[in-house]
C-alpha cells in the first residue's frame, strides 16, 4: 500500500508541473515561471515555503530565480556554494538533505530566517551528470522529520523541476539568440546606410559654398542625428550584465581557487591595469569566458594576458582543450558584445591553432 501511495504521489507531481508547462505564456517573465514552480511544488508537498536557485557552474554559485511562501522581506540574492557544505552535499550525493540549526551559517541569514525556523530542506536539481540548481524548502512551524516517502517525492520534484528548468532556459536562450540577431542586422542596416549617406552629407556641406549661418545650421542638426543613430545601435539588448562589487584581478583568483584542476595564471600584463570605467565589462568577458571553456571544452589552462596603452586596453583570454571545431561564439558572449558597443568596446572570439580558442576584449582607454 505504502508502494501504491507513493506512485500516487508522483503521478500526482507530474500532472500538476505538466500543467504548469502546458499554461505557459511564451512571453512570461522568468521570475514569474520559476515562482509558479514554487507554488506547485509546494502543492504536492508539505511544504509552505520555497525558492528556487540557477546553479552557476564557473562561478559555483547558486542565484535565486523564483519563489513561494517567503516570509518577512524574503531574499534576494546568490548562495557561494563552496561555503555552503550541506548544499554541496546535496549536489554530489544527489540527495535530499535538512539544513539544521547548526549548519544555518551555512546559508545567508536573511535566506534562513526568510524561510522560517524550521530547518529547510535542500533538494539538488540535476539533470544527466548537470548541476541545474536547487530548491529550498521549508514547512508549516509543527513539521517534524522527513519521512522516506517525502523526500522520495522532494527528490523526484527536483529532478522534473531540473527537466522544465533546463527546457525553459533552452527556449529563453533561442528567443534571445533570435532578438540578437535582428538588432546587430538592424544596426549593421543603420550604419552602412543611414550613417554613411547622412556623414556624407554632413561632409559636403562642411565646405564653403554655403552662407556661415546656414552651414552651422545644417552641420549641427546632422551632427545630432549622426548621434542619435550611433545611441541608438549602442543600446543594450538585455541589462548590463550585474557583477559584484570586486576586481578583475580577484575574480581571476576567486576561479582559480574554485577550479583548482584549472590551471588559471596571468601570462602577460597585470590585472590591475584595467581602466575604472571598463572594470565590470572586463569582469563580464572573463567570467562568460571561463563560462565556455568549462562548458564547451575540456580545459587544463586557462591564461589572461593585458595590455594598456595611451589609447587602447586589450585583454584576452585563451584556453585549451577544444576538440574539434568548435560552434563559435556563444549567446553570452554576444549579448556582452552587443552592450559593448555603448562603450565603444569590441568582443569577439577566435579558434586558434592547437586545440585553443581566444577571447579578446579591445576598448578606448578612455571614454
Request: charged share 25%; aromatic share 4%.
Amino acid at each position: 500500500m505504502a508502494h501504491q501511495s507513493g506512485q500516487a504521489e508522483h503521478v500526482v507531481t507530474l500532472e500538476v508541473i505538466t500543467d504548469l508547462l502546458l499554461s505557459v505564456e511564451g512571453n512570461e517573465p522568468p521570475e514569474s515561471f520559476y515562482n509558479r514552480l514554487c507554488e506547485a511544488v509546494c502543492r504536492v508537498t508539505a511544504m509552505t515555503r520555497a525558492t528556487i536557485f540557477d546553479y552557476d557552474r564557473a562561478l559555483q554559485r547558486a542565484t535565486m530565480t523564483g519563489s513561494f511562501g517567503l516570509g518577512g522581506d524574503g531574499f534576494q540574492g546568490s548562495i557561494q556554494i563552496e561555503s555552503s557544505p550541506m548544499i554541496l552535499t546535496a549536489l554530489q550525493r544527489d540527495r535530499v538533505v535538512t539544513i539544521g540549526a547548526a549548519d544555518g551559517d551555512s546559508l545567508p541569514r536573511e535566506l534562513f530566517d526568510a524561510l522560517g525556523s524550521v530547518a529547510p530542506v535542500c533538494t539538488p536539481m540535476i539533470a544527466g551528470d548537470r548541476w541545474v540548481g536547487l530548491i529550498l524548502t521549508s514547512g508549516p512551524a509543527e513539521f517534524g522529520q522527513l519521512r522516506d516517502s517525502e523526500r522520495s517525492l522532494l527528490w523526484t520534484l527536483g529532478k522534473t523541476v531540473a527537466l522544465a528548468a533546463v527546457a525553459r532556459q533552452a527556449t529563453t536562450q533561442g528567443e534571445r539568440a533570435r532578438q540578437l540577431e535582428e538588432r546587430i542586422s538592424w544596426a549593421r542596416t543603420i550604419h552602412d546606410s543611414a550613417i554613411q549617406r547622412v556623414f556624407g552629407v554632413y561632409l559636403a556641406l562642411s565646405g564653403d559654398r554655403l552662407e556661415t549661418a546656414v552651414q552651422e545650421r545644417c552641420a549641427d542638426e546632422l551632427e545630432g542625428a549622426l548621434n542619435e543613430l550611433r545611441s541608438s545601435i549602442e543600446r543594450p539588448l538585455v541589462a548590463t550584465t550585474e557583477i559584484e562589487a570586486t576586481s578583475v584581478a580577484q575574480e581571476i583568483a576567486r576561479i582559480a581557487a574554485l577550479h583548482p584542476g584549472l590551471d588559471v595564471k596571468v601570462e602577460v600584463g597585470d590585472p590591475a591595469s584595467v581602466p575604472r570605467h571598463l572594470e565590470m565589462l572586463s569582469q563580464a568577458v572573463f567570467v562568460e569566458a571561463v563560462r565556455n571553456a568549462l562548458g564547451h571544452a575540456k580545459p587544463r589552462e586557462l591564461s589572461v594576458r593585458f595590455d594598456l596603452t595611451p589609447e587602447v586596453f586589450t585583454m584576452e583570454i585563451i584556453n585549451d582543450g577544444v576538440t574539434g571545431h568548435s560552434h563559435g561564439t556563444g549567446l553570452g558572449l554576444r549579448l556582452i558584445a552587443l552592450e559593448a558597443l555603448g562603450l565603444s568596446a569590441t568582443v569577439e572570439g577566435e579558434q586558434l591553432n592547437g586545440g585553443r580558442w581566444r577571447t579578446r576584449l579591445v576598448a578606448p582607454n578612455e571614454r
